[in-house]
Nanobody
């Protein structure tokens, strides 16, 4: 069983930065493609970013965050990160980390495990 716990969310002004962390338990972290998704009120959960299973692995980003967000992982600490810079009000959402993708990295249905989410609010 895998447990994921996100942290690092909060309230920030537009143009500011936040760093999200996702601490994972279980023995499969190092072998798992990991992803970040977000869900704003009244909207579907959407892909933000993903990273393949090795340190320094291949990364993927939604067009809306490319150039502003950076995903990384530390397999020794079983932790996933999302550095978010130049934040915009449209980035306001609950952010979720997910693990063990089998299939398309951008599809929520591909992931087996999810965290509880952390709220990110960007004020204008």
């Amino acid at each position: 069983q895998v447990q994921l716990v996100e942290s690092g969310g909060g309230l920030v002004q537009a143009g500011g930065s936040l760093r999200l962390s996702c601490a994972a338990s279980g023995r499969t972290f190092g072998r798992s493609t990991m992803g970040w998704f977000r869900q704003a009120p009244g909207k579907e959960r959407e892909f933000v970013s993903a990273i393949s299973s090795w340190n320094g692995g291949r990364t993927y980003y939604a067009d809306s965050v490319k150039g502003r967000f950076t995903i990384s992982r530390d397999n020794a600490k079983s932790t996933l990160y999302l550095q978010m810079d130049s934040l915009k009000p449209d980035d306001t959402a609950v952010y979720y980390c997910a693990s063990e993708a089998s299939g398309s990295y951008y599809s929520p249905a591909s992931y087996d495990y999810w965290g509880q989410g952390t709220q990110v609010t960007v004020s204008s």
